[in-house]
């Protein structure tokens, strides 16, 4: 119940080609979705972050959409670029310690 | 602020050893989380603390590791022994009450 589980594995698109990367959840007490962005020897880095109270959060070319019902929520990168290339991991929380539950990671290659 | 900053950066040790990691958080911030990281895995919730206090630890941590943050400021994460499973990358992140979890860099562990 613990578990986020998060698609695709890879990903590869074109400049200026939009990316979307997918994340289920089990645990209805998480009540914080953000995403992160890392890359090679660095530490993750937030990128964009939604509550369930809304269905879709936009920051620039970012944007995330929250299904409450489905227990869902996607990253949306529109315009992507190159300097987009990272790995980008969806996470949820929820409780007194709001500690993180990473996905698995998607490793995404914009071609340019 | 700083960031949150991790020291060392780079950890090779042998089998057996002892090693001590160091996380400086955002200053003010009474949140801080300790991750571990392997290759191309999500993070992985370690332990938390809410100012001096460690107030969840994983079941991933064994008696093996034992964490410390001394009057609520910088963070010390120590494995006694070590073993050649314990190779990860190791994460330190901060966070004002419940707000957004920033992460260190990091600190590379390799065990030989």
């Known amino acids: 119940q613990q578990q986020v589980k998060q698609s695709p594995q890879s990903l590869i698109v074109q400049k200026g080609g939009i990316s979307i990367i997918n994340c289920a959840y089990e645990?209805?007490?998480?009540?914080?979705f953000p995403w992160y962005q890392q890359f090679p020897g660095k530490g993750p880095a937030l990128l964009i972050a939604?509550?369930?109270?809304?269905s879709e959060k936009k920051e620039g070319r970012f944007t995330i959409s929250f299904n409450k019902s489905a227990k869902q929520f996607s990253l949306h990168i529109m315009d992507s670029q190159p300097g987009d290339s990272a790995t980008y991991f969806c996470?949820?929380?929820?409780?007194?310690?709001?500690?993180?539950?990473f996905g698995t990671g998607t490793l995404l290659a914009v071609q340019p | 602020d700083t960031g949150v900053s991790q020291n060392p950066r780079h950890k090779i040790t042998k089998r057996g050893q002892n090693v001590t990691f160091r996380c400086d958080p955002i200053?003010?911030?009474?949140?801080l989380y300790w991750y571990r990281q392997t290759l191309g895995q999500g993070p992985e919730f370690l332990t938390y603390?809410?100012?001096?206090?460690?107030?969840?630890k994983s079941r991933l941590l064994s008696d093996r590791f034992s964490a410390e943050r001394p009057k609520g400021s910088f963070s010390t994460l120590e494995i006694q022994r070590t073993e050649q499973g314990d190779s990860a990358m190791y994460l330190c992140?901060?966070?004002?009450?419940?707000?957004?979890?920033?992460f260190g860099p990091g600190t590379r562990l390799t065990v030989l």
């Open positions: 645990n209805t007490a998480f009540d914080y």
């Open positions: 992140a901060s966070s004002h009450s419940s707000g957004t979890q920033y």
């Open positions: 996470a949820a929380s929820g409780g007194a310690t709001n500690k993180l539950i």
């Open positions: 603390f809410q100012n001096e206090a460690q107030l969840e």
């Open positions: 200053s003010e911030h009474n949140r």
């Open positions: 939604i509550r369930p109270d809304v």
